[in-house]
């Protein structure tokens, strides 16, 4: 195991490098970096080779990446980055990391999610609507307000309906047509849902964290819901312990096995009628902040804050929990996307 101020700035691409791995299936690292520092960056790994490139945005364009960059997705070998406080979408040719445009006009989004080649959705923390944009022009075309549900999170989609989670002193999923870009429906979850995956037989999994103590909003036992998509109803409801904190709830490529961070990793078969008693990666004194599946190997990428301060670490494991390598990321490794 090997162990080892953007609001100003002009987003027009600069300098060369000589970036391409087109042939290459790897993995993008987004590290948030410190709110109002503007010292988010992306990091991209590539299994095959065992080779990490930090800072790929910068070095590859020339400009920082912003404030606080929070998620990525990848469409038609193009992947967007969402960068939180700065209001932005970066697209950037996933080969050679070189930005081809922008999407702006945001409050503070947080994740697009592709309805279509013509039509993205994205959420937003602040903004009480999800935006609608044209992938294709790089432009908002409309909105879907969420009235007193003030922010959206992740979203997922089953047919044509999209589920998005409000996290932030909620409880809702909402449900979104997305032909008629309407909210048709709303879920009631536990308090505060931070993740959420579809799974093989069409069910919808949400993590819900619970709150905090003396939240507004109150603060409950964190909780995992197995949802059924035809009839909104919830088909199971797991509980955790009241101090327990889960987070970053993602599935593998085959859609029956789902994880998730609870201080250490745990791994459940979608047909599971408990939770897991053993962690799958037990906790080592650190901080797990981030965690995804290859959905094509189903190895698994566990993200390490380690402090919020110094660069992050990020684990690879194969899907026996063996470790077989460990990086080193920027600062708040958080999302993980794969080429």
């Not at 987004?30 to 080779?51: A, H, Q, R, T």
């Not at 075309?141 to 922010?151: A, E, L, M, Q």
């Not at 110094?310 to 708040?332: E, F, H």
């Amino acid at each position: 195991m090997l162990c080892v101020a953007v609001s100003c700035m002009d987003y027009k691409p600069t300098g060369e490098i000589d970036f391409d791995y087109r042939n290459d299936k790897g993995i993008f690292i987004v590290n948030e970096g410190n709110f109002m520092y503007g010292n988010s960056s992306l990091s991209y790994y590539s299994p095959e080779k065992k080779i990490a490139e930090n800072e790929v945005f910068i070095r590859a364009n020339g400009i920082n990446l912003g404030d606080v960059a929070q998620s990525m997705t990848i469409c038609n070998e193009l992947g967007y980055i969402v960068v939180n406080n700065s209001g932005i979408i970066f697209i950037i040719n996933i080969n050679t990391f070189k930005v081809t445009g922008t999407i702006s006009g945001f409050i503070s989004p947080r994740y697009i999610h592709f309805v279509s080649d013509s039509k993205a959705y994205v959420s937003d923390l602040y903004g009480s609507k999800i935006y609608v944009v044209n992938p294709q022009t790089r432009k908002i075309t409309g909105s879907i307000s969420t009235g007193k549900h003030k922010s959206t999170e992740q979203m997922v989609q089953c047919g044509k309906y999209v589920y998005a989670n409000c996290w932030s002193y909620d409880n809702k999923i909402l449900v979104i047509d997305s032909e008629k870009d309407q909210i048709t429906d709303s879920i009631t979850v536990g308090i505060q849902p931070n993740s959420l995956v579809i799974d093989q037989n069409n069910k919808l999994w949400v993590l819900t964290d619970g709150g905090y103590a003396n939240s507004a909003f109150g603060y409950e036992t964190p909780s995992l819901y197995c949802i059924n998509t035809t009839n909104l109803s919830v088909e199971q409801k797991f509980d955790f312990d009241l101090n327990d904190s889960p987070s970053s709830l993602c599935i593998n490529g085959t859609g029956d096995t789902i994880y998730y961070i609870n201080k250490s990793v745990w791994r459940m078969n979608v047909l599971d009628t408990n939770l897991p008693l053993q962690p799958f990666i037990p906790y080592s004194g650190t901080l797990y902040y981030g965690l995804g599946v290859s959905p094509r190997t189903s190895e698994i990428y566990l993200a390490d804050a380690i402090n919020y301060v110094q660069n992050g670490k990020l684990y690879r494991y194969t899907p026996q929990a063996l470790c077989v390598d460990t990086i080193t990321t920027g600062i708040c490794p958080s999302a993980l996307c794969f080429k």
